[in-house]
């Protein structure tokens, strides 16, 4: 079983990739007119779909990588380059403007597109579970205990986008944008601990 600064690490690096409290102002514009039941269903219908698709690639992603010849420290070191691109955008706001600027027919569904995906389940967070189960080590244990806490983030983005309405009344615009640096700043340091990691496993550095 990994050790618990380790569960507390992996959490937070989850928290901050999919970034609930973002999904809050996306959430209201993306479901605008729908009644509370319809919403819910919305909701509850991409965080099954996001869980189900970080399921698969924790479970089998390190298997696809080596099917296709690409090491765990290659992919270390890309995913942790990805996740600073990720940080960078949340520290500069092009992350949530992108969010904000998407356009959605009101007659869509959103919550498999972009709900479900990109939004829940992006190139980020699927990186995240993928790195995530390698450095919990050999065996079902450490992989257990990783998408156990993938399904509880699930479960706590549920309950963001469930109270979406009264969170953003409560943060505002401003605090939104406090949050969303704060988690930038942390996935920095993060993404960079990831690229280290990696090139260690090459051998380069001891």
């Known amino acids: 079983m990994p050790e618990a600064a380790f569960l507390i690490t992996a959490f937070a690096t989850l928290f901050v990739v999919i970034d609930p409290p973002g999904l809050v102002p996306l959430f209201i514009a993306l479901t605008r007119g729908m009644g509370p039941e319809k919403r819910r269903a919305m909701a509850r219908r991409a965080c099954i779909i996001a869980a189900v698709l970080l399921l698969i690639f924790g479970v089998a992603g390190e298997s696809i990588l080596g099917f296709i010849g690409i090491s765990m420290p290659a992919f270390r070191i890309a995913g942790g380059i990805l996740l600073f691109l990720t940080a960078l955008d949340m520290l500069f706001e ?111 550095i001891g």
Do not use: C, N
Not at 128 to 152: D, K, N, Q, R, Y
């Open 94 to 204: 092009r992350r949530t403007q992108r969010r904000e600027g998407q356009q959605v027919d009101p007659d869509h569904d959103p919550s498999v597109f972009p709900l479900a995906t990109p939004l829940i389940a992006g190139p980020g967070a699927i990186a995240t579970m993928i790195l995530l189960v390698g450095e919990a080590g050999a065996g079902w244990p450490g992989t257990f205990a990783v998408l156990g806490l993938m399904l509880v983030m699930i479960v706590v983005t549920y309950a963001f986008l469930l109270a979406s309405p009264p969170l953003e009344r409560m943060l505002g615009r401003t605090g939104t944008i406090v949050i969303t640096r704060l988690l930038g700043m942390l996935l920095a340091a993060l993404s960079v601990q990831f690229v280290i990691d990696g090139v260690k496993g090459t051998g380069l």
